[in-house]
């Protein structure tokens, strides 16, 4: 597997991590545990881990020249709940 590869990978489970950390934990603090901080914190990270996403996703696509149908699959991934887990073990499979 090459490092463009790998380096998306990372930065996907990263970015899905932070989504489902911001769904699960943060966003039932602050609405029922009046902690609006919480989402404050993890909306930010998970916007930073989101852009690496992006980020890492054009340079890989470039790299490793994906189709435009790969591409759009990473980029739905990327806004669902569990979708950036689902894709990795895609790519795992098929690279």
């Known amino acids: 597997m ?13 970015e899905g ?4 950390v911001l769904l ?8 029922f ?8 914190i993890a909306g930010s990270l ?5 852009v690496l996403y992006l980020i890492a996703l054009a ?4 790299k490793n020249r994906w189709s435009f149908p790969l591409v759009i699959g990473a980029l739905v991934a990327s806004v669902l709940p569990f979708g950036p887990f689902v894709f990795d073990s895609y790519l795992k499979k098929n690279a």
Do not use: C, E, Q, W
């Open 46 to 50: 998970h916007g930073l881990f989101f």
């Open 59 to 62: 340079y890989a696509t470039f």
């Open 2 to 14: 090459n490092p463009s590869l790998k380096r998306f990978i990372l930065i996907g489970t990263l």
């Open 33 to 40: 545990a009046d902690l609006p901080l919480a989402v404050t």
């Open 17 to 20: 991590i932070s989504f489902l």
């Open 24 to 31: 699960a934990i943060a966003m039932p603090l602050k609405y």
